[in-house]
């Protein structure tokens, strides 16, 4: 083989390990399963200590605050399945009993310790039923001379 070629050869190789430890190193802390509360606790053992979003529904009075600390222990649910959840912080403006949420966090024997939450849309942002363009106007009502 020539000089140069060897040169090249050597080059692609050193870019190419660059790059791959990069994307290596940047992707594998920031990679987080998407998953519900029932793939998850069919078997809880083999999430524990991975980085998840979970997606579930607050189970009706399950809420507890401690109003000094803002913690927040609640209960979520989806298909059967529940997972005690803790959150530290300020929580969304629609998170109640039966409010659809993800949390952001880790699985452990003692529960889902969440870092960061989402509420999801409520339904009240659905469009009403017979008015499927969401105009504000109900289906088949007088336009009052349009």
């Known amino acids: 083989m020539s000089n140069k070629l060897v040169r090249v050869l ?11 430890y990069l994307f290596y190193t ?8 998407y998953k519900h509360v029932d793939e998850v606790m069919n078997r809880p053992e083999s999430w524990y200590g991975k980085r998840l979003q979970l997606h579930g529904f607050v189970v009706d009075k399950s809420i507890l605050v401690n109003d000094k600390t ?6 979520l649910q989806n298909n059967g399945q529940v997972v ?7 929580v969304p403006d629609t998170f109640k009993g039966g409010a659809e949420v993800v949390v952001t ?3 452990d024997g003692g529960g889902f310790h969440a870092e960061s939450m989402t509420a999801k849309c409520p339904s ?5 039923v017979g008015n499927p363009a969401g105009t504000g106007k109900a289906s088949g009502a007088s336009g009052g001379g349009e």
């Open 10 to 20: 050597l080059t692609v190789a050193l870019i190419g390990g660059s790059l791959g």
């Open 26 to 33: 940047t992707l594998s802390k920031d990679t987080e399963y």
């Open 70 to 75: 803002l913690e927040y222990r609640f209960t």
């Open 84 to 90: 005690t959840t803790a959150y530290r912080g300020v």
């Open 105 to 107: 966090g880790r699985l």
């Open 124 to 128: 009240k942002y659905d469009p009403k």
